[in-house]
C-alpha cells in the first residue's frame, strides 16, 4: 500500500460526535474532531506499513500542563491549575502514586486539588474533557508538595502517540477504542 491509496477526506459520525482527517499525498495530515461543547484538532505527517498508517502528530505527547511554581510544604500535596477560561479548571484529574498504588483526586471548582497524604513517589495530570497522554508534574526526585501548572494551548489538540488506523479496504479506515475515542466500531469513511 502506498500513501496516495489514503490520499483524501475521510470521516466518521456518530449522534452528535464528528471527526475527520485530510491525508496530502506529501505525507501529512490535518484532523478534527467535535463532541458536544469539545473541539479537538492535530496536524503532522503519516507513513503506510502494510495495512497500518502510523500518525505522528506535530503536537508533543505529555505537554499539555506546564509547572510555573513549585514549592515543599508540610502537609499533604497541593495542586492549582490557572487558566483564564474557569471553566477549564474542572474536570482535571490528578493521580497521585505511592510504589504501585494510584489515588486519583480531581480538581474542585477553583481548580485545586488537596490530598493528605505524608509521601507520594509520583504525580500525574489529565484533563477529562480533553483526554492525551499525561503530563508528569512530580517524579521521585521532587520533594516538594505544592504546585501551580499552567494548561498549554496544545490541550486541544490530539498527539496521537500510540493511535494507528487500519486500511480496511480503499474507502475505510479503522482504530481501536483508544484515550479520547472511547468506542467500539470507529470507522472513518472515504468522501
Not at 481548580?111 to 474533557?129: A, M, N, S
Not at 490530539?158 to 487500519?166: N, P, R, Y
Request: proline letters at 2%.
Amino acid at each position: 500500500m502506498s500513501q496516495t491509496i489514503v490520499q483524501g477526506e475521510y470521516y466518521f459520525r456518530k449522534q452528535e460526535m464528528v471527526a475527520g482527517f485530510n491525508f496530502s499525498v506529501d505525507g501529512r495530515f490535518q484532523f478534527f474532531f467535535s463532541y458536544g461543547a469539545v473541539d479537538r484538532s492535530a496536524t503532522g505527517t503519516f507513513s503506510v506499513a502494510g495495512d497500518t498508517i502510523k500518525l505522528k502528530s506535530d503536537k508533543q505527547a505529555g505537554k499539555d500542563f506546564t509547572v510555573t511554581d513549585q514549592v515543599r510544604a508540610s502537609t499533604g500535596y497541593t495542586i492549582k491549575f490557572e487558566h483564564p477560561n474557569k471553566y477549564l479548571l474542572t474536570n482535571i484529574r490528578c493521580s497521585f502514586f505511592v510504589g504501585t498504588e494510584k489515588r486519583d483526586e480531581y480538581t474542585n471548582s477553583n481548580g485545586e486539588v488537596h490530598i493528605d497524604l505524608p509521601h507520594c513517589d509520583k504525580i500525574f495530570v489529565y484533563h477529562e474533557l480533553y483526554p492525551d497522554i499525561v503530563t508528569l508534574v512530580k517524579d521521585e526526585q521532587n520533594n516538594n508538595h505544592k504546585f501551580t501548572l499552567t494548561l498549554n494551548s496544545s490541550l486541544e489538540q490530539v498527539s496521537f502517540k500510540g493511535i494507528d488506523l487500519k486500511i480496511e479496504n480503499d474507502s475505510t479506515l479503522t482504530c481501536l477504542p483508544n484515550y479520547f475515542m472511547q468506542l467500539e466500531g470507529i470507522e472513518f469513511v472515504k468522501l
